[in-house]
């Protein structure tokens, strides 16, 4: 292949490719993978409310879940919650039960 022929390619391809961004934006079509990273507008369950770095690879962060208040410790070695949350079948077995009293 001369390059010639390989410039024509590569041209094609950026046309192609234009032509294709082009159409999208005049359809207004949005992406799937687009509309994952927008926020959504609703109340937010779960949100950071501060951040403090303590040096390159400690930090603090104050995280609201539910109006419950989460200190979370990051570090190389893991991640530190306080308070400590609850064992996970505790909160399955609380989902469950207030899942049969929304039926």
């Excluded at 950026?14 to 079509?29: D, K, P, T």
């Excluded at 403090?52 to 991640?79: C, K, M, N, S, Y």
Aim: hydrophobic share 45%; glycine share 8%.
């Amino acid at each position: 292949m001369s390059w010639t022929e390989q410039l024509v390619a590569i041209i094609f391809v950026f046309a192609l490719l234009g032509g294709s961004v082009y159409l999208l934006g005049r359809r207004n079509i949005s992406l799937q993978f687009l509309s994952r990273l927008r926020r959504p507008n609703g109340p937010q369950p779960l949100r950071c409310a501060a951040r403090l770095a303590l040096t390159a690879q400690h930090t603090i962060h104050l995280v609201e879940l539910d109006g419950r208040a989460i200190v979370v410790a990051t570090f190389p070695g893991g991640v530190a919650f306080e308070p400590q949350p609850a064992p996970f079948s505790g909160v399955l077995s609380q989902a469950l039960r207030s899942g049969e009293a929304n039926q």
